[in-house]
């Protein structure tokens, strides 16, 4: 049986490269980028998946440092909710321009009521690391 789509929606804050300039203001301590809610109340228990694809950029602060950067990805609207996905990846410290990342992961068995928040955050190791653009995440609910 092929899977029901239940829900989709968007998180966009950056449309375009270099197009915002967010500090990272406190490091190790995560900032939000993503949020959305989407309705699961018609999946099939045990049989409902949520999920995300996204793109971050960011630029090393004006001294580079070895800097590590972790988006999570949480079922809930803080970091005390479910946590359903976390990367981690070193920025390259030879490059001072925005560098991308990209994440794609899924939420199995997702909870089949409505109104289920999903939020992504993004953690940096060092001071002054900054959030340029683009920041794109999109959530899709299915269930088979």
Same mark, same amino acid.
């Given at each position: 049986?092929?899977?029901?789509?239940?829900?989709?929606? @968007?998180?966009?804050?950056?449309?375009?490269?270099?197009?915002?300039?967010?500090?990272?203001? =406190?490091?190790?301590?995560?900032?939000?980028?993503?949020?959305? @809610?989407?309705d699961l109340s018609a999946? @099939?228990? /045990?049989?409902?998946? *949520?999920?995300?694809?996204?793109?971050?950029?960011?630029?090393?602060?004006?001294?580079?440092? =070895?800097?590590?950067?972790?988006?999570?990805?949480?079922?809930?609207?803080? @970091?005390?909710?479910?946590? *359903?996905?976390?990367?981690?990846?070193?920025?390259?410290?030879?490059?001072?321009?925005?560098?991308?990342?990209?994440?794609? /992961?899924?939420?199995?068995?997702?909870?089949?009521?409505?109104? *289920?928040?999903y939020t992504v955050f *993004?953690?940096?190791?060092?001071? /002054?690391?900054?959030? =340029?653009?683009?920041?794109?995440?999109?959530?899709?609910? =299915?269930?088979?």
């Amino acid at each position: 049986m092929p899977a029901r789509f239940l829900d989709s929606k @968007t998180s966009q804050n950056a449309s375009y490269a270099n197009s915002i300039a967010i500090p990272i203001s =406190v490091a190790n301590a995560p900032q939000l980028v993503a949020q959305q @809610t989407l309705d699961l109340s018609a999946g @099939t228990a /045990g049989l409902t998946r *949520v999920e995300f694809t996204g793109i971050i950029s960011l630029q090393l602060p004006l001294l580079p440092a =070895v800097t590590n950067i972790t988006l999570d990805v949480y079922r809930g609207l803080t @970091t005390g909710g479910v946590l *359903v996905f976390s990367a981690s990846e070193n920025l390259n410290i030879n490059l001072l321009g925005p560098q991308l990342l990209t994440i794609a /992961g899924s939420d199995f068995n997702a909870p089949n009521i409505g109104n *289920v928040a999903y939020t992504v955050f *993004v953690t940096a190791s060092l001071l /002054g690391t900054i959030r =340029v653009g683009p920041e794109s995440f999109n959530f899709t609910a =299915v269930s088979d």
